[in-house]
């Protein structure tokens, strides 16, 4: 009986994930003692009855690098530890079924080895199965480059194209008509897109959490750019962004088993601050989901594909609880373990922050 890799994505979607699960199913079929299967919904489609857990060969994953989001689903909701569960009376509570998960993979799955392809919060399951026994490596995926040990995660290239095209078409309709555009990207913890894009199209302000922003310093940079009612002005502002002294623009989630409070509306935010200070035309635009649909940039597959590969290696050696990472120029592996509990943020004294300011570019301070 051929060895089993079984692979899971979870989390929010990203751009790339195909491209790693192809990768994955090419490198393991490389190995005649080796085989891969794929849990639909994360890790749902092992606890689920009957197990949703289906064989994947380089026929299923041909050509499927260019294609945006999972062929596995994803989930942001529940998880083994958290496994979402009705009772008669009609309510929800939140069950631990990680035993019965790993008993699962034993039997009937006869799995040896999962590749759990997540974010921050997929990590941190990771973890703990592995600290249960399980053999697991972790390969990091998020737009929003806030997962640490890895200078990036694929996907955050392909969302900085996506707002970068976003600010330059904003430019020509702020320019035609006098008007200031706000332009509410992703960027939960983490201000990497919104930088990124904002230097990449030219805007005039970037917003970003690292940064609380005084809304006068923001105020006066537009002032500046529509001096006597002409020119026009573009901000970047993160999701998760937030006024000094203020707190992120976010609303608790009504799923069940969805964790995260659910940010958007930052921007809107930004307009009714700035309408004591400066007196502009503007609107508004939330980049939202769109971010993350699609398809990779070729950077992304690229990474994507060399994460896959290194994963599957790590696997065969049997080095698990190990998360793949880039340390540029090089695909490397880290403890699962360092990778969590901690974000990636922008460094305020980094380059590319002294970079932004060098061409004066407002940060909000
Ligand atoms: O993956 C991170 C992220 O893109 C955040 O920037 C955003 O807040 C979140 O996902 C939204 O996720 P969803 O609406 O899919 O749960």
Known sequence: ??????????????????????????????????????????????????????????????GIQNRGGTILKT????GPFAWPTQHPDGSWTLEDRSTEMLERLVDPLHVDGVISIGGEGSMDIAQKLYEQGMNVIGIPKTIDNDLTSTDVTFGFHTAVEIATD?????????????????????????????????LAGGADVALIPE??????????????????????????????????????????????GYGNAILGGVGHRLLSELKDHVDVEARVVILG??????????????????????????????????????????????????AINQYNYVSVDSDLVKTARGIGMCLGD
């Open 1 to 62: 009986m051929k060895k089993r890799l079984l692979v899971a994505t979870g989390g929010g979607d990203c751009p790339g994930l195909n491209a790693v699960i192809r990768a994955i199913v090419k490198r393991a079929d490389q190995e005649t003692d080796w085989e891969v299967v794929g849990s639909i919904e994360a890790f749902n489609g092992i606890l689920t009855d009957p197990p949703q857990v289906v064989r994947l060969t380089n026929r299923d994953v041909s």
């Open 75 to 78: 989930t942001s909701k529940g």
């Open 166 to 198: 976003a600010v330059d078409k904003l430019i020509t309709t702020a320019a035609s008509h006098n008007r200031l555009m706000i332009l509410e990207v992703m960027g939960r913890h983490a201000g990497w897109i919104g930088l990124s894009s904002a």
């Open 211 to 256: 940064i609380p922003y005084d809304i006068e310093k923001v105020a006066e940079k537009i002032k500046h750019r529509m001096a006597n009612g002409r020119g026009y002005a573009i901000v970047v502002i993160a999701e998760g962004a937030m006024p000094v002294g203020g707190d992120q623009t976010a609303r608790k989630s009504d799923q069940i």
């Open 289 to 338: 989901h769109l971010q993350r649909g699609g398809s990779p940039v070729a950077y992304d597959r690229i990474l994507a594909t060399q994460f896959g590969v290194k994963a599957v290696e790590l696997a065969l050696a049997g080095d698990y609880g190990k998360m793949v990472a880039y340390r540029t120029p090089h695909v490397v592996s880290v403890p699962i373990k360092d």
